[in-house]
């Protein structure tokens, strides 16, 4: 018999903090998602769904049950629901259903049924629907006590909230639990928590963008709850600038959410801030602060010259170099160092040698520069055993075993790509790998260098030629065929096909 998702969550929970993912899966079974993703790119991105006729129908079936104390035919019910239409996207349609039909129905039945599900049922969506319902009641301590542990786990975190925030000390309740979560459901939390105690505030400040998603997300709910422009009145201590830098650069990324261009005035506060940057031993990531700040005072539909130019005076001084340079030994503050002119391949190289498994990624930042194209692909020919790599072609997207193996193949592949004829035996195992991932990776390289070339594999490496002719009578996944035929047939790819 198939666990229920609380059982789940219970087997996972250490130090009141849960462990593993649920591994919501779409619904063709492909795409796993993070626990909490898909629902916070609804909230977030996509808009709410709303319900839809079918959804409707069940809806009311599923609520009958409930009222009629029918726990598993109503948990059924909520599952098929959850298939037509999530949980996340009608809940104020789901709610005002049952309250505007109330007096016709068995409240304690609804009730009863709901805790009954979230504590039963092995489905996910119907886990959130006898949430929802339990929002509109006042639950005794037990059925708190099982909401509290399924926000835990970040999938259930925001209906958890909704939850808590109609109890008797509710915001007690949500910081209580954003502490104790670290993805999107810290993310969920931090947006509702009221910061109403001095406690809540300095925790904001401290800990509320800290999330494994991304720090934009909570910046500027962060930057007012936790009330920056009052603090930076000072005095700081050095662990609070250090913060608010990183609130600061959260806000400038508004790729999720728009940040610094909700401040009124932003101007001011951050002259504050970068006067304290003259008080404290400065890090490499308030460095990376400082340089974020600078670009962005100086765009042009920016354009604070005051600000760009503290900056700027900040980053040319001979302690922001030692400071980099200190860093680049230790393979960080790469991206900072390339764009302060600070040479960094010589140890970064070292440090990618010493700890290849942990850094094979930072290779990126060699393989452009050309003393050290060949140099990087000979060390991932030394760290992997390339010929046990290949083997039949299979459908499966990624293959389990030695699969860190093949994950730094397709690195060194992507980086391939404006580099012609570079690395031929590579590209051959990434040809020949089992799983789909890897062989797109090669594919789509020599694409690319069809692109880059302007000429036909065949004329590029007649090596990669003769392996595609004999991939193409073994390769399973359609989508690979198709474009391993379009580079046999000679096909050479225009900078318009880019898309396709």
């Known amino acids: ?14 130090e009141r903090r849960y462990i593993n993912d649920l591994s919501v899966d779409d619904e063709d079974g492909e795409i796993v998602y993070a626990d909490g993703a898909l629902d916070g790119a609804t909230v977030y991105h996509m808009g709410r769904e709303g319900m839809n006729a079918a959804g409707e129908k069940q809806m009311i079936k599923a609520v009958k049950y409930c009222s009629a104390g029918e726990y598993s035919e109503a948990d059924e019910c909520f599952a098929e629901l959850g298939k037509t239409v999530r949980a996340i996207g009608i809940v104020d349609e789901f709610q005002h259903y049952i309250a505007k039909n109330a007096k016709r129905m068995n409240t304690d039945a609804i009730y009863r049924s709901a805790a009954n599900i979230i504590l039963c049922s092995s489905d996910v969506e119907s886990v959130k629907y006898g949430l929802m319902i339990l929002e509109m009641f006042q639950p005794d301590e037990d059925v708190k006590i099982a909401i509290r542990r399924l926000g835990l786990c970040d999938e259930f975190t925001i209906f958890a909230v909704w939850n808590m925030l109609n109890w008797d000390n509710g915001n007690d309740e949500v910081f209580a639990l954003a502490q104790k979560v670290y993805e999107w459901g810290r993310i969920h939390a931090v947006e509702r928590l009221e910061p109403e105690t001095e406690e809540i505030k300095e925790w904001l400040l401290l800990e509320g963008i800290n999330n494994n998603v991304a720090e934009s997300y909570s910046a500027l709910k962060v930057w007012n709850n936790a009330e920056v422009c009052e603090r930076l009145n000072g005095p700081l201590s050095e662990e609070e600038f250090h913060c608010i830098g990183k609130i600061i650069e959260a806000l400038i990324d508004e790729s999720a959410r728009p940040g610094i261009s909700a401040i009124d005035d932003p101007e001011e506060p951050l002259l504050k801030y970068l006067s304290f940057a003259n008080e404290f031993d400065l890090n490499i990531d308030d460095y990376g602060t400082i340089f974020e700040l600078c670009k962005w005072a100086a765009d042009d539909d920016v354009d604070l010259p005051e600000i760009s130019q503290e900056c700027a005076e900040l980053l040319t001084t001979e302690l922001c170099r030692g400071v980099v340079l200190e860093a680049v030994k230790k393979g960080e503050g790469l991206s900072l160092a390339k764009d302060l002119g600070v040479d960094y391949a010589e140890d970064l190289f070292r440090c990618i040698a010493e700890d290849f498994d942990n850094r094979y990624g930072e290779s990126r930042h060699l393989t452009e520069l ?3 194209l060949e140099p990087v ?3 991932f020919r030394e760290k992997l055993p390339l ?11 990624f293959f389990m075993p030695d699969f860190r193996h093949y994950s730094q193949l397709e690195a060194i592949l992507s980086q391939l790509e404006d580099h012609p004829g570079v690395g031929e035996d590579l590209v051959a195992a990434g040809l020949w790998s089992p799983g789909v991932k890897t062989r797109s990776t090669a594919v789509y390289t020599l694409l690319e260098w069809t692109k880059a070339a302007q000429q036909p594999i065949e004329e590029i490496s007649e090596r990669l030629f003769c392996e595609l002719k004999k991939l193409l009578k073994k390769e399973v996944d359609p989508g690979i065929r198709k474009q391993v035929q379009s580079l046999v047939d000679g096909i050479v790819m225009e900078e318009e096909d880019e898309d396709d």
């Open 387 to 397: 010929e046990k790599m290949m083997r039949e072609p299979t459908a499966d997207y």
């Open 1 to 14: 018999m198939k666990k229920s998702v609380y059982e789940r969550i219970l087997t996972n929970i250490a």
């Open 377 to 379: 692909l000979d060390l």
């Open 370 to 372: 050309e003393d050290y």
